[in-house]
């Protein structure tokens, strides 16, 4: 009930910079929360970024001061600037839906994951 399409992945040197898109497509009356998780390999998959209700967005500590979090509530469009990229930031990227309202009789999952994207970042 709940497609995500990550785009935006990429290669890049350090120093450099990629810009990340979530398309959300959602069949169902419930409402998610959109968030940006990331894994490396031989890692555990990682929180990254989202943006909740009132707007806040909440970055990793890894990525404060060098991603930037947007979202489109027109285009249900979640994005992630990525500036002054390290290779310690090679991972595949996901687009997580989290729902946080559900309407009587619905049937949508808690949760969602995109296929994610590639970003590979060389020294």
């Known amino acids: 009930q709940v497609q995500l399409v990550e785009s935006g992945g990429g290669s890049v040197q350090a120093g450099g910079s990629l810009a990340l898109s979530c398309e959300a497509s959602?069949?169902?009356?419930?409402?998610?929360?959109l968030s940006w998780y990331r894994q490396a390999p031989g890692q555990e998959r990682e929180f990254v970024s989202t943006?909740?209700?009132?707007?806040?967005?909440i970055y990793a500590d890894s990525v404060k001061g060098r991603f930037t979090i947007s979202q489109d509530n027109a285009k249900k469009t979640l994005n992630l600037q990525m500036n002054s990229l390290k290779p310690e930031d090679t991972a595949i990227y996901y687009c997580?839906?989290?729902?946080?309202?559900?309407?009587?009789?619905?049937?949508?999952?808690?949760?969602?994951w995109g296929r994610g994207t590639q970003v590979t970042v060389s020294s």
């Open positions: 997580k839906a989290t729902r946080w309202f559900k309407p009587t009789g619905d049937t949508c999952a808690s949760e969602y």
């Open positions: 959602v069949h169902s009356g419930c409402q998610y929360i």
């Open positions: 943006i909740v209700s009132n707007g806040r967005a």
